[in-house]
């Protein structure tokens, strides 16, 4: 059985930097042909694996959603039917992935998904949970996806409740992104000895290792003062707020949160990009169709032009050939003529010592 660290926590909150930080104290993570590939929004990379991120899409998928609209789960969700073809395949792309006996794992689709593989995989599991300021994630969020800040708290909201009723009962760190940022040594001494407390083996830091922590990269900052003082922000979610910061800190079992129901409205923004999920699915698949078709036209446009100055050159060569073709038949008249003369010529001399016999 493995020894697994699962990193959790919203998107945009910080969970690629704390797991770049766990993986430089020599704790495996992907393997590296797989990988998600750093962009503009976030370009110290992610740190996630791109084949268990599509897994986990495919999860959504088949719950009618996607990572941006997570529906409301019953308990054991995660043994439905229409999720049966994923589990075997899920255990082999996983394998793939990730083929280490410790290791560590990033994705906040799992704040969701988790269930699922716990259900698939041979796994202790131990959780290091990234908490961020709500208002910061909506503002980095809504320039990203530009999901508008109403939905972005309401995804935070669904996305950190999950997370902590799924984790109740699991060893867990609960942490803050101004933690790792404010010092990033002494998170890495921390989450270390963590770490170490449940089996998971940590090592030193290499020099230049905390190099990767890099602050300007941060574009928003909110206190808990604007979050509580914010009407965009309700009630429920303040509560929430409330229970997070009570619970930062080691935990060998993380509690079961005592939180009120969850606000009406959160339910309602989800379901409505849910039901609009087929279109835009649509919609995304016949984007990409035409994407792949763009990027096929213009691969042809250069075969095109590649073959055209193939062309070009052989012209060239052709005519090339065609002058020496003239020059060697002109050299080849030239031997036939001096053949005649050469015959001739020897018709002559042969005359010649035949005529005193005469």
Same mark, same amino acid.
């Given at each position: ?67 941006? #609209? ?40 799992? #704040? ?7 259900? #698939? ?66 998170? #890495? ?170």
């Amino acid at each position: 059985m493995s020894r697994g660290v699962f990193v959790l926590g919203m998107h945009r909150s910080g969970t690629s930097v704390a797991t770049r930080l766990v993986n430089l104290r020599g704790v495996p993570t992907v393997v590296e042909g797989d990988l998600l590939p750093r962009t503009a929004d976030n370009p110290r990379g992610y740190w996630e694996s791109e084949s268990l991120t599509a897994l986990n899409d495919r999860i959504f998928a088949a719950l009618e959603s996607d990572w941006s #609209c997570p529906p409301e789960l019953a308990p054991g969700w995660e043994r439905g039917l229409s999720l049966d073809s994923l589990r075997s395949e899920a255990k082999e792309v996983f394998a793939r992935a990730i083929p280490f006996e410790q290791w560590v794992w990033k994705d906040p689709r799992n #704040c969701i998904t988790l269930p699922f593989w716990l259900g #698939c995989l041979e796994v202790e599991p131990v959780v290091v949970l990234v908490h961020r300021n709500p208002l910061e994630i909506a503002a980095s969020l809504t320039a990203r996806d530009d999901l508008g800040k109403l939905y972005c708290l309401a995804l935070w909201e669904r996305y950190l409740r999950r997370g902590l009723d799924v984790l109740s009962g699991l060893p867990t760190l609960v942490t803050t992104y101004d933690e790792i940022l404010g010092d990033p040594r002494a998170w #890495c001494a921390d989450a270390s000895a963590f770490l170490g407390s449940h089996g998971v083996v940590t090592g030193e830091l290499a020099a230049g290792a905390l190099d990767y922590v890099d602050t300007k990269l941060r574009h928003a900052r909110f206190s808990r003062e604007d979050v509580i003082a914010d009407p965009a922000v309700s009630k429920v979610q303040r509560e929430l707020l409330v229970v997070l910061e009570g619970f930062r800190g080691a935990h060998d079992a993380l509690p079961a949160p005592d939180l009120p129901p969850e606000t009406p409205t959160t339910e309602a923004l989800l379901a409505e990009r849910r039901r609009l999920y087929p279109r835009d699915r649509e919609h995304r698949e016949l984007g990409e169709y035409s994407r792949s078709l763009g990027e096929q036209f213009v691969e042809l446009q250069r075969y095109s032009e590649d073959l055209g100055e193939q062309f070009v050159e052989l012209q060239r060569y052709s005519e090339k050939l065609g002058e020496q073709f003239l020059e060697l038949q002109r050299y080849s008249d030239d031997l036939g003529q001096r053949f005649l003369a050469l015959e001739a010529y020897a018709r002559e001399l042969q005359e010649s010592r035949e005529s005193p016999l005469r």
